[in-house]
């Protein structure tokens, strides 16, 4: 499974321009962080005891981890649908869904009230599976470590091959009286790197369990967002409450990962100025009109069987959020039935957009647009509070564009673009050590040690 | 091979989908009747007795102030600080006097504090058990050490009444515990029913203040509307009312007789029941994904690739 030489490290430099202006639109952010926790969440947010659920949660955590389904969706094509030729794409969707998992979690965090209680979700006696929330805090935080492991691979891969170029540039900028003596430092990076030799393969047997253990554990906690809403059966609106939630949620995911993968691989092959991944993106994008047909029956059918078909066509204020939602899937999935469009990366980029637009706006529905606590309440977020959520966004792109350079992620390019996978079979790979001679090297090099 | 692992592929989504169906179809059938605790201690406010004087109010405030974290809110107008004027429940007031006036003649007080519900939204939605219903007393207690501040018990109380100290640092969740900490548990009564000077407030247990509730509304039926607000709402309350105007008026929901967590957690149980469909699923997924990974185990993968390809 070590598929290393599918993926490069992105060349280039990493401290650029958009380096700086995401880096300063996280620092804004932050500072709002740190307000909020010195007067309160009231200090910046708008939410109130009717809404007392804002953006951080309805952006943050509810759409926010359906965006990063994408490693999710990728996965089940390529491991569980066993299309090894979508391969390729799949780690820099794990990395988005690792951005997009851990800045979900860590938005909660700014989120909680009394976020030092939160070691009880480890505590057994304080266990409440009759809770939505405690399915979906347990499930999150395990998948964030799923998709950790998922990505150690990669930075194995990095470091058994690496120079420590940067690592002798601090070195050699450091005063001579603090630098570390070149040899030991040089002896103990190689024992880093062995040990990464030695732990790669070990670690690729087990991988698989861990992928599946990454296809599992979304299944569940994207369907439990859904369920999160059950509750709310007086508040939420009657087009939005249903007990088929938890399914549509569910499949919702599904499609918005299939699109954000798309989008994610047109954007960054334009930024970076790769070619595009035609291929690879035209057969994922045959996909997606299918997973959004059955999530659009499924809605239509809930209505028709609810009796609420006239409250979607009504032309109110909810209709008019339902209509969009709907119609925006609707349009995106019509343009993918097209082959000739599904070939052409500007129309792949325009209907991925659509379905993610609309599949966000119902998540977007459910949470805040269609939930009316009662008279009196309202809820529009305040200027501090969106900056939060655009500064964790921010460092979700900055985390991205380090990451893309230090570790071997993007699609290798070289072969790629006309026909895939055009590598040579038995080539030497200079850099590669065998793992039982790596591991006989590691034990030389500790004895040397001591 | 890829025809193969299509053909489970369908299966398993088959089967998935199929449970999910199951469930939401589950939410149509009977559930297994209410089973409501007539045991439980609760209070009946009769909208029609009570002088507005917020006697209640203060008292609530005296007793639960230090033990339930409340404070006095100032008015605008009232720059001195002279009077404690919430204006609505809040992180600092666990229950308030309201008046509702249509019209000179057409108008009431109505009292909000929890409602104490026989299957209370809040209990079951917290993740980590800081909201708990007394086995007992029935009295929906919050535990603000084991809190961790997620506010999904506001998003599921359908009467709106957990509320949270937005303005703190520290912020913790406040609602009515029914004095269980100080009043009941020193003197045997809320402090609110112990104050009433009317007797609006009557403290005692669910089935008690129901049987009063309805000899009440025998004898003057021309004054009360014709029901007992939280005998039946969502799953029934051990907090009744009695009033003269309709309660959805009085800043009371209507809400129906199935409580809001039986449907919730009927759904969550069937998809979870003894954790067997998560470990299938994934047993499953292995087995396909494993099945999967050996047609491309060769000496090198690159050659995987290839024959993947053919």
Request: aromatic content about 12%.
């Amino acid at each position: 499974m070590a598929h290393s030489e599918e993926f490069q490290k992105l060349e280039g430099k990493i401290f650029t321009k958009s380096f700086f202006i995401l880096l300063a639109v996280v620092l804004l952010g932050f500072f709002f962080v740190g307000v909020r926790y010195v007067k309160g969440i009231g200090a910046v947010s708008n939410m109130s005891d009717g809404y007392p659920w804002g953006i951080w949660i309805t952006y943050d955590v509810a759409t926010g981890t359906a965006i990063a389904c994408g490693g999710y969706a990728v996965a089940i094509l390529v491991y569980i649908r066993n299309r090894m030729q979508y391969h390729p794409l799949i780690r820099s969707a794990i990395l988005t869904s690792m951005f997009g998992y851990g800045l979900a979690g860590f938005s909660v965090m700014v989120d909680l009230g009394r976020p030092w209680n939160a070691y009880n979700f480890f505590i057994p006696s304080k266990w409440q599976a009759n809770s939505a929330m405690f399915e979906v805090a347990l499930c999150v935080m395990a998948y964030s470590t799923v998709l950790i492991i998922e990505f150690i691979p990669a930075i194995l891969t990095s470091i058994e091959k690496s120079n420590w170029e940067r690592m002798n540039m601090v070195r050699n900028w450091l005063h001579p009286r603090i630098a570390p003596d070149e040899k030991t430092m040089n002896d103990k990076l190689e024992m880093v790197r062995l040990g990464a030799a030695w732990l790669k393969p070990r670690l690729n047997k087990v991988l698989i369990f861990f992928i599946v253990l990454g296809i599992t554990l979304p299944t569940m906690h994207q369907s439990s967002l859904g369920s999160l809403l059950l509750i709310a059966s007086t508040k939420l609106h009657p087009l939005w409450h249903t007990g088929f939630l938890p399914l549509l949620f569910l499949i919702n995911c599904v499609f918005i990962g299939y699109a954000i993968a798309i989008l994610e691989s047109i954007i960054s092959c334009y930024c970076f100025k790769r070619p595009y991944e035609v291929e690879e993106l035209s057969g994922l994008a045959g996909l997606v009109p299918f997973v959004t047909v059955i999530w659009l029956c499924v809605v239509i059918g809930d209505l028709v069987y609810r009796g609420q078909v006239t409250a979607a066509l009504r032309g109110d204020f909810y209709s008019g959020f339902f209509m969009a939602e709907f119609l925006l899937v609707a349009a995106g999935s019509l343009l993918l039935f097209f082959k000739k469009l599904r070939r052409s990366p500007r129309w792949l980029f325009v209907s991925a957009s659509f379905i993610v637009l609309g599949g966000a706006l119902y998540r977007f529905n459910v949470y805040l647009i269609g939930f009316n606590p009662g008279k009196g309440w309202r809820y529009f977020p305040s200027f501090a509070e969106v900056m939060i959520t655009v500064g964790i966004v921010a460092l979700e792109i900055l985390g991205y564009k380090v990451f893309v350079a230090l570790f071997p992620v993007l699609p290798n390019a070289a072969g790629h673009g006309s026909k895939q996978h055009k590598k040579p079979v038995n080539q030497a790979k200079p850099l590669e050590l065998h793992p039982a001679v790596a591991q006989a090297q590691l034990k030389a090099a500790i004895k040397n040690l001591n | 091979m890829k025809r193969q692992s299509r053909r489970d592929f369908l299966k398993l989504a088959g089967a998935t989908g199929a449970g999910l169906m199951a469930c939401g179809a589950g939410s149509a059938l009977a559930s297994d009747g209410p089973h409501i605790n007539n045991e439980e201690m609760g209070m009946l406010y009769d909208a029609t007795m009570c002088v507005g004087c917020k006697a209640c109010m203060s008292a609530c405030k005296r007793v639960n102030s230090d033990y339930g974290s409340l404070s006095y809110e100032k008015a605008r107008f009232d720059s001195d600080g002279l009077w404690d004027a919430p204006s609505d429940l809040s992180g600092s007031t666990r229950t308030l006097i309201k008046l509702f006036k249509e019209s000179d003649k057409r108008w009431s007080y109505v009292k909000y504090s929890c409602m104490h519900c026989q299957k209370p939204s809040c209990v079951s939605v917290c993740p980590v058990s800081a909201m708990t219903k007394e086995p007992v007393s029935g009295i929906v207690d919050y535990n603000k050490n084991t809190c961790i501040g997620c506010r999904y018990c506001q998003v599921a109380c359908p009467y709106n009444i957990p509320k949270f100290q937005w303005e703190k640092a520290l912020p913790q969740i406040v609602k009515c515990d029914l004095c269980k900490n100080t009043n009941l548990r020193e003197k045997g009564i809320s402090a609110c029913a112990e104050t009433c000077p009317t007797g609006a407030i009557r403290f005692g247990k669910r089935g008690e203040l129901l049987s009063d509730a309805h000899a009440r509304l025998k004898e003057n039926p021309d004054k009360y509307m014709a029901h007992i607000y939280g005998e039946h709402e969502g799953g029934g309350t051990n907090h009744l009312y009695l009033a003269s105007m309709p309660f959805n008026k009085l800043g009371l929901p209507d809400i129906k007789p199935e409580a809001p967590a039986e449907f919730s957690e009927k759904i969550q149980h069937t998809i979870y029941k003894g954790f067997i469909a998560p470990v299938a699923l994934y047993s499953a997924l292995c087995f396909i994904a494993v099945k999967n990974m050996k047609g491309h185990k060769g000496p090198d993968d690159g050659a995987a690739h290839e024959k993947e390809e053919n």
